[in-house]
């Protein structure tokens, strides 16, 4: 992925968010976090990329999104769906749980490709900003961090968990996950495309619930 193309995709999303900020119609909660991430943003060095972390990872979740091709027909979610189908080749995917014998495959099926962050092209240690692929009909089990997450779903329409309460999010909607809430996603018949930001501790990796030690 060229930094140019990058940076033309953590636009889209920037743009995005200050596009929902604009129209007030947020919760104080997810606008307070929108303003947040935003102004983090602004601290980042965008002039230059550590183009190692720019490398295409060659992660299978590729073929997951190949096979079933994630598709975006929310008009509000357009413009990032634009800048990154071209890209999801060549993104730098990774995925860094430890294994779990109860499914052995979910790291060839879900992975995130971060832009912005501690180990990413542009680097941060206040801010995260990337995106997350999860294959069709997997649970991404239920796990916690002491970031704060905001997803935006940019394709295909899952079922979203948190405090123990489950909802279906559609491409467009925004999710707020406070620090350290357990969550988890489980997809239907097609791929989940979803922007990410973390705000707070943004260095401490996520760890499955009924897990006792951090993510490798």
């Avoid at 935003?38 to 230059?48: G, I, W, Y």
């Avoid at 929310?74 to 769906?81: D, G, N, R, S, V």
């Amino acid at each position: 992925m060229s930094p140019l193309a990058a940076i033309e995709a953590i636009e889209a999303i920037r743009a995005h968010f200050t596009g929902r900020l604009a129209a007030n119609r947020e919760t104080p909660a997810i606008a307070a976090e929108l303003r947040n991430i935003l102004a983090l943003l602004d601290t980042v060095d965008f002039s230059h990329a550590d183009e190692k972390h720019l490398r295409p990872s060659g992660h299978p979740v590729i073929r997951q999104l190949q096979q079933t091709p994630p598709r975006s027909e929310e008009t509000a979610t357009a413009a990032i769906f634009r800048a990154f189908q071209p890209q999801l080749d060549a993104l730098p995917w990774r995925f860094s749980y430890t294994p779990r014998i109860d499914a052995p495959d979910i790291g060839e099926r879900m992975a995130w490709a971060e832009l912005v962050g501690p180990i990413a092209p542009f680097h941060s240690n206040k801010v995260c900003l990337g995106l997350t692929a999860i294959g069709p009909r997997l649970l991404y089990p239920r796990h916690y961090h002491p970031a704060v997450e905001t997803y935006l779903v940019v394709s295909g329409t899952a079922a979203w968990t948190a405090a123990n309460l489950t909802r279906r999010a559609p491409p467009g909607a925004l999710i707020l996950h406070p620090a350290n809430i357990v969550h988890a996603m489980e997809t239907s018949d097609e791929p989940l495309l979803a922007a990410y930001a973390w705000t707070g501790d943004v260095e401490t990796l996520s760890v499955y619930e009924d897990e006792d030690e951090d993510g490798q």
